[in-house]
């Protein structure tokens, strides 16, 4: 049996809405038509997301609910809610909740007795996963470490030695002390490493540390997702292979 469109949306509900993160034809036909039904949309930026929506042809109120003013806009989702009026949440990209905001949207609605509705879609995350060829059937989710180094070393010494591969982001500024970290703890250790998913200049490089820092040493372009991988295992059938 296909799936059906959705030609209403239940009262008083919640979605959680994937956008994509960074090729607009990641957009999900369910993404849209959720978003085009609903009342109104909150969002993480919302000249970020009038940007997204605009070119949809998407226009609902929208109401912010950044990370420095969660509260704020949580409260005012809640009360849209009460009201019996239908509430998508979208972040910057990617899966709200996923090292985005959300989290608070998604408590106190469920609290407040509404329906909280997840529309999946674009994630870096299991885009760099499927593509990675990691070993194991666990995968820590880890996200962006602190940007302070004694507390970035420590965590990664500590995600390291656990029996799985894990999955961190950063940013261009950053990339090349994430990557010194880790040679510095293991240079053999084999690293997947995604820039600039699903965009124009998206690269997918897979090899050990010591031969990615060589390459993206000082500072790279664009936004990084890297899963680490486990002990001695690595990657296979990548796009490409540094350091053999």
């Not at 469920?110 to 760099?128: D, K, M, N, Q, Y």
């Not at 690293?191 to 031969?211: D, N, P, Q, V, Y």
């Not at 040493?217 to 936004?223: I, S, Y």
């Amino acid at each position: 049996m296909g799936l059906k469109p959705i030609y209403y949306l239940p009262m008083a509900s919640l979605y959680m809405v994937a956008t994509p993160i960074g090729n607009l034809g990641d957009m999900t036909l369910r993404a849209l038509e959720v978003l085009r039904e609903v009342d109104s949309i909150a969002c993480e930026d919302t000249r970020h997301s009038l940007k997204l929506l605009s070119h949809f042809e998407i226009r609902k109120p929208l109401l912010s609910c950044h990370a420095n003013d969660e509260a704020r806009g949580v409260s005012r989702i809640v009360s849209l809610l009460d009201e019996g009026k239908n509430v998508a949440y979208i972040s910057d990209a990617g899966s709200p909740g996923l090292s985005d905001p959300g989290a608070g949207a998604v408590r106190a609605a469920r609290e407040a007795g509404h329906t909280v509705v997840p529309i999946p879609g674009a994630s870096a995350f299991s885009s760099l996963v499927s593509v990675s060829g990691m070993p194991g059937r666990s995968i820590l989710f880890e996200g962006f470490l602190s940007p302070k180094p004694g507390r970035r070393r420590a965590r990664l010494v500590e995600l390291m030695a656990r029996p799985e591969s894990f999955v961190v982001y950063e940013s261009p500024f950053r990339i090349g002390k994430l990557l010194a970290d880790i040679a510095a703890i293991d240079p053999d250790r084999r690293l997947c490493l995604g820039r600039e998913m699903t965009k124009i200049h998206e690269e997918i490089i897979a090899g050990k540390a010591s031969a990615l820092l060589e390459r993206f040493g000082v500072e790279g372009r664009g936004e990084f997702a890297v899963i680490v991988g486990y002990q001695e295992h690595g990657v296979t059938d990548s796009e490409e292979e540094v350091g053999e």
